[in-house]
Each structure stands twice: as C-alpha cells, then as structure tokens.
Nanobody, 118 residues
Framework: QVQLMASGGGLVQAGGSLTLSCAASGSFFSVNAMGWYRQAPGKQRELVAVNDSGGRTNYADSVKGRFTISRDNAKNTLYLHMNSLKPEDTAAYYC????????????WGQGTQVTVSS
C-alpha cells in the first residue's frame, strides 16, 4: 500500500503565500511523476502543476509565475509554493504520484483545503 499525506492548506488573504507538502510512504520501488491538482466547488478537478522524476515541470497557465512545484526525492516529498494567491485559487488541493511497484500505479492524496479571502 502507498499513502500520500498532504498538508499545509489554510486560510490566507489575497496576495499571501502558502506552501503545500505531500509525502509518499509505503511499499514501492520508486516514485516517478508527482503533481498537484485542485478542485473548487462546482468545478472539475484541474491540473495545477506536475514534476517528473527528472525534474521537468509543467504548470497550468493560471498559476505560472506564482506557483512553484518542487520535490525532495530522498524524502519522496512534493511541495507546492504558492505566492500572490488570489480568491480564485480557493480549492481543495490534491497531490498525486505515479508509483512503481510491480507495475506503475497512480495514487492520490486526501486533499488539503486552500481558502483565499479577498
């Protein structure tokens, strides 16, 4: 079994910053791509940022220049540094990881709430 534990969400004023963390634990050989998604009430889940095992990153246009995704491979931990937060960033943020066990499987974390007040 693999667990993804996300943390760091909270309430922040517009223009503020938050850093989310997601730690992968359990039985696996390696972690390939890791990423963050978010889902606001009444909206579909959307990709925020992704980081592959080689360090390449990709961002949604709406967060480029404000959010930075990074990872500590030794700790199997993913981060999302969020700056200049806007009310429209309010959502539940979910981390995901492609984990190599016998095959390759995708796991999801439990979500952490980010609320940005205007």
């Amino acid at each position: 079994q693999v667990q993804l534990m996300a943390s760091g969400g909270g309430l922040v004023q517009a223009g503020g910053s938050l850093t989310l963390s997601c730690a992968a634990s359990g039985s696996f050989f390696s972690v390939n791509a890791m990423g963050w998604y978010r889902q606001a009430p009444g909206k579909q889940r959307e990709l925020v940022a992704v980081n592959d095992s080689g360090g390449r990153t990709n961002y949604a246009d709406s967060v480029k220049g404000r959010f930075t995704i990074s990872r500590d491979n030794a700790k199997n931990t993913l981060y999302l540094h969020m700056n200049s937060l806007k009310p429209e960033d309010t959502a539940a943020y979910y981390c995901t990881a492609d984990v190599r066990q016998r095959g390759l499987a995708t796991y999801w974390g439990q979500g952490t709430q980010v609320t940005v007040s205007s």
